[in-house]
Each structure stands twice: as C-alpha cells, then as structure tokens.
Nanobody, 115 residues
Framework: QVQLVESGGGLVQPGGSLRLSCAASGFTFSRYPMRWYRQAPGKERELVAGISSDGGSTTTYADSVKGRFTISRDNAKNTLYLQMNSLKPEDTAVYYC???????WGQGTQVTVSS
C-alpha cells in the first residue's frame, strides 16, 4: 500500500523555522516527482513546492514561499523534506506531501505559526 507519513510540524513563532519530513513507501519513490501541499482551515489545498525525480535537480515554489522554503529529497531514504524558514502566520496550515501523480493522502502535519 502507498503510504505517505508527514512529520516535523509544530508550533513556532513568526520568523522561526521548521523542517518537515515525508516518509514514503509502497511505490518507487525515486521515480516520482514529489510535491508539498498545505491546507489552511476553510481554504483549498494549495501546492507549496515541487521537486523532480532525478535526485532533486529541479525545484519549484509557490510565490508565497519562494525564498523562504526549500524542498529536497533523499531517494535512498525514500524521504521528502521541506525546510521552512522565516515562517509567517499565514504559513499556518496542515502540510501534506504527495507525488506529482497524486496517490493516497496522509494525515499531514500541522504547522502553526503564532506568537
């Protein structure tokens, strides 16, 4: 079964940092471009960042996070990462990972940015 398990969220103050992890299993992780999404209460899920399947040579970011977030992957560990710096209250959301070819959704990990 495809499983995507997000972790690393928490409560941080504005300007703080978090690193999210996504442990993937049940598919050949290294062959799939991967994405991070987020969903705030009452809002649609939005694409935050994407990374290519060739080891991560190509990345893309939503304008709202560009320059603050960095997506990366470790194919040997079947793990996707999202380094989040300079966090803002508007970054508060549940963060999810998935393949570009959408598979099962995990439970996500809550990121709360508040003073």
């Amino acid at each position: 079964q495809v499983q995507l398990v997000e972790s690393g969220g928490g409560l941080v103050q504005p300007g703080g940092s978090l690193r999210l992890s996504c442990a993937a299993s049940g598919f050949t992780f290294s062959r799939y471009p991967m994405r991070w999404y987020r969903q705030a209460p009452g809002k649609e899920r939005e694409l935050v960042a994407g990374i290519s399947s060739d080891g991560g040579s190509t990345t893309t970011y939503a304008d709202s996070v560009k320059g603050r977030f960095t997506i990366s992957r470790d194919n040997a560990k079947n793990t996707l990462y999202l380094q989040m710096n300079s966090l803002k209250p508007e970054d508060t959301a549940v963060y999810y990972c998935n393949a570009q070819t959408t598979m099962n959704w995990g439970q996500g990990t809550q990121v709360t940015v508040s003073s």
